[in-house]
């Protein structure tokens, strides 16, 4: 099973402030068709997850586009460029290339200092 | 709309079985693979199971296999999951999701040992 790694687990930020998260894969997420299978979801305090990036960077519809996502092979990140209140949840990270399973990342927090 | 609406959540004894029941709405149901996922304070997020849009395949993680059982309705709009042998580590929210894309808004499964 492919195995992912977020860091950090747990990540305050100031408001107004950029953030960052880490995602790395235990082997290459780089399909056969060429595409890269890496989603990151928000799930906000007693909310459904949100698919907020799919194939590392495309951004899902009403996304604000303070949120982009990169990397490659097996290393990614999501990045928030202003941290707005509404942002405060847990962010998780999942690879859809070497299935079955389907693997997330354990999640990190993210909480307004 | 995507809509998808979880039931049949509730609190059961270890052992014990519970049917979930997702009713979809908004998008052609029978062209899409469904999948059922769980989040729990200690696990995080995790994929349970994956059914092909005519349903004539499924798959399911490690912890469920033989235990539980995804099916489909697509003349009912509805996607199903039979769980037998709960164990106390099933505890968690069972969500639907096509395509990881659109989530229901989940259903709580306790299981007391």
């Known amino acids: 099973d492919v195995v992912m790694t977020q860091s950090p687990l747990s990540l305050p930020v100031t408001l107004g402030q950029p953030a960052s998260i880490s995602c790395r894969s235990s082997?290459?997420?780089?399909?056969?068709?060429?595409?890269?299978?890496l989603n990151w979801f928000q799930q906000r305090p007693g909310q459904s997850p949100r698919r907020l990036i799919y194939?590392?960077?495309n951004r899902d519809s009403g996304v604000p586009d303070r949120f982009s996502g990169s990397g490659s092979g097996t290393d990614f990140t999501l990045e928030i460029s202003r941290v707005e209140a509404e942002d405060v949840g847990v962010y998780y990270c999942m690879q859809g290339t070497h299935w079955p399973p389907w693997t997330f990342g354990q999640g990190t927090k993210v909480e307004i200092k | 709309e995507v809509q998808l609406v979880e039931s049949g959540g509730g609190l059961v004894q270890s052992g014990g079985s519970l049917r979930l029941s997702c009713a979809a709405s908004g998008f052609l149901f029978s062209a899409y693979w469904m999948h059922w996922v769980r989040h729990s304070p200690g696990e995080g997020l995790l994929w349970v199971a994956r059914?092909?849009?005519?349903?004539?395949?499924?798959m399911y993680a490690d912890s469920v296999k033989g235990r539980f059982t995804i099916s489909r309705d697509n003349a009912k709009n509805t996607l199903y999951l039979q769980m037998n042998s709960l164990r106390a580590e099933d505890t968690a929210v069972y969500y639907c999701?096509?395509?990881?894309?659109?989530w229901g808004q989940g259903t709580l499964v306790t299981v007391s040992s």
């Open positions: 194939k590392v960077s």
């Open positions: 059914i092909t849009s005519d349903g004539s395949s499924t």
């Open positions: 082997q290459s997420l780089v399909d056969s068709d060429g595409d890269t299978y």
């Open positions: 999701t096509k395509s990881f894309e659109y």
